[in-house]
């Protein structure tokens, strides 16, 4: 059986690393070990790691903090199994996870693999609708761990795993925040690697707690769509650019209504079908006309947040090449 380890870093996140902890003790397949990182926390979670010592094959570390992606490097180097798993802490993992990533690796022989996230039911209002937000059709999340995606399969680090030669070949992350696992996915791809998605390897994702934390967060991802470019500035697709498009078609809109009455009210149209789309396939998704409406309010902030970290950046990284 294949050994694998689980690499889970984690900053100041106690209550999240017990629950996504206690799924794991439900795996179905139990060759794993469990590696948490601690990223210089200053509420650490140690007390709750040590309550699941007598349950799963897990190891702690404390270190100086230094970003995501230079913690999960940390847990690559003290693993000891064939294949490698980042979670985020803020996951849950069903019990058939690690099954149905055996049978995946069984079957193809991928070097790399990744999974898409979602909803648990048991998620707040709010939860749901961020997590539609983020893996609509009708956003840009929809192009994100599913088959539809766009391009060649990046996995992202919420749900992603690596074989030790890839680990040993690539050295992990090259930067430590800043779509760090984008710019992993690319290189892991550079290299020749066999890179799959696996569909029913699924995490459920909590995500933000309120909409504030997710607009902060989705701006941070607009803005680390053009630090990538920085490196791969063929990655940078038109695709990419559809939310800045987005907002500047909202602020354009909003200025009609002094000049061009006419033209505002088609754009009200417009935005209004947007928004019953988004309404009714959310609510028919999660069979909940209040999933429905908060995921309306989800999908605009995330549109409008990661429009304004691209356009924000793209403007900075302007600016320091001139």
């Known amino acids: 059986m294949r050994l694998y380890s689980i690499i889970i870093p984690v900053y100041n996140r106690p209550s999240e690393i017990r629950e996504l902890l206690d799924t794991l ?24 790691v040590e309550r699941f010592s007598s349950q799963l094959n897990i190891t702690y570390y404390k270190k100086a903090n230094a970003g995501q992606g230079f913690a999960r490097n940390y847990g690559f180097e003290r693993a000891r199994g064939d294949y490698f798993i980042v979670f985020d802490s803020d996951c849950l993992i069903p019990p058939h996870y690690l099954e149905k990533v055996e049978e995946a ?24 609708a961020i997590s539609y937000a983020m893996t609509s059709p009708f956003t840009t999340g929809g192009i994100r761990g599913n088959q539809y995606h766009a391009g060649s399969f990046h996995p992202r680090s919420f749900n992603m795993g ?10 992990g992350y090259k930067i430590t925040r800043m779509g760090e696992d984008i710019e ?14 696996v569909p029913d390897a699924f995490v459920y994702h909590k995500r933000r707690t ?29 695709l990419h650019a559809l939310p800045a ?22 754009g009200a ?7 019953l789309l988004l309404f009714v396939h ?23 947040a990661y429009g304004a970290g691209f356009l924000q950046e793209a403007l900075a990284n302007t600016k320091s090449n001139n």
């Open 162 to 171: 690596i074989s030790r030669q890839v680990y040993q070949t690539t050295k």
């Open 25 to 48: 003790t439900h795996q179905k397949y139990s060759n794993f070990e469990v590696i948490v990182v601690e990223d210089g926390s200053t509420e650490d979670c140690k007390k709750e």
């Open 282 to 304: 959310s609510a028919w998704s999660f069979q909940s006309l209040r999933v429905g409406l908060v995921s309306v309010a989800a999908a605009f902030v995330q549109l409008i």
């Open 184 to 197: 992993f996915s690319i290189r892991i791809l550079a290299q020749g690697f066999r890179v799959g998605l």
């Open 105 to 128: 690796l069984q079957a193809h022989q991928w070097d790399a693999f990744g999974g898409s996230d979602k909803a648990h039911p048991d998620f707040t209002l709010l939860q749901k």
């Open 210 to 238: 309120s909409l504030l934390q997710f607009y902060k967060q989705l701006h941070f991802f607009g803005r680390a769509r053009i630090n990538i470019s920085r490196f791969y500035p063929a990655e940078l697709k038109l």
């Open 269 to 275: 149209i417009g935005l209004g079908v947007f928004s």
């Open 245 to 266: 498009a987005f907002l500047v078609g909202l602020f354009c809109w909003i200025t009609t209504w002094l000049w061009a009455p006419t033209l505002f009210k088609t």
